[in-house]
């Protein structure tokens, strides 16, 4: 199972919007809507922020979604700030019942 | 709190063998599937093994498996990866990580660092 695919950075000015494609096949991403999202400060735990595509977990920020079409999955974040400067990881379930992460994107806060 | 605090990472040889330990504590362990995630050094993550609230499912990455064993102990909160025949390529932070309802990761560990060297 490879790696879904994301790009390497992203940047933004503060207050921007930013989108952080996942690219993956008919066997992850496209076929079935268990994609969730992470950041992750280097140092620290990684955090969840998106839950099957869309859903944010209590206490996130509304800034953060997330949304599907076919095989890529996107999480945009609005109104980007200096905290949101981070690593940030796709993942999904396959159709092996395994899961998979994406290569991971560095936010930058211009 | 929910808290999962991993132990057993170390210098071990290529060839080598050891066990990873995960003591969970602040929720009820046994309803929960939980798992193990790694990061090699300046690298991403790589989902690593699940295993099911009985331990009767545990799917592995493809290129772990017979290497690899995740085993849980319900009664003492517990989680743990056996892994042997490792690898330089194996080094790694190895997180413990528990699965929420909804296909996603609601906690992580810290990590411990498996460094595999001869």
């Known amino acids: 199972q490879s790696a879904l695919t994301q790009p390497a950075s992203v940047s933004g000015s503060p207050g921007q919007s930013i989108t952080i494609p996942c690219s993956g096949s008919?066997?992850?991403?496209?076929?079935?809507?268990?994609v969730s999202w992470y950041q992750h400060h280097p140092g620290k735990a990684p955090k969840l922020m998106i839950y099957?595509?869309?859903n944010r977990p209590s206490g996130v920020s509304n800034r953060f979604s997330g949304s599907k079409s076919v095989n890529t999955a996107s999480l945009t974040i609005s109104g980007l700030q200096a905290e949101d400067e981070a690593d940030y990881y796709c993942?999904?379930?396959?159709?092996?019942?395994?899961?998979?992460f994406g290569t991971g994107t560095k936010v930058s806060v211009l | 709190e929910v808290q999962l605090a991993e132990s057993g990472g170390g210098l071990v040889q290529p060839g080598g063998s050891l066990r990873l330990s995960c003591a969970a504590s602040?929720?009820?362990?046994?309803?929960?599937?939980m798992g193990w995630v790694r990061q090699a050094p300046g690298k991403g993550l790589e989902w690593v093994a699940n295993?099911?609230?009985?331990?009767?499912?545990?799917p592995y990455v493809d290129s772990l498996k017979g290497r690899f064993a995740i085993s849980r102990d319900n009664a003492k909160s517990s989680l743990y990866l056996q892994m042997n025949s490792l690898r330089v390529e194996d080094t790694a932070v190895y997180h413990c990580?528990?699965?929420?309802?909804?296909?996603?990761?609601?906690?992580w560990g810290q990590g411990t660092l498996v460094t595999v060297s001869s």
């Open positions: 990580v528990r699965w929420g309802v909804n296909y996603g990761i609601d906690y």
């Open positions: 602040g929720f009820t362990f046994s309803p929960y599937w």
């Open positions: 295993i099911s609230p009985h331990g009767s499912a545990n």
């Open positions: 008919s066997s992850d991403i496209g076929s079935f809507n268990h």
């Open positions: 099957e595509v869309s």
């Open positions: 993942m999904s379930h396959t159709s092996s019942d395994t899961y998979v």
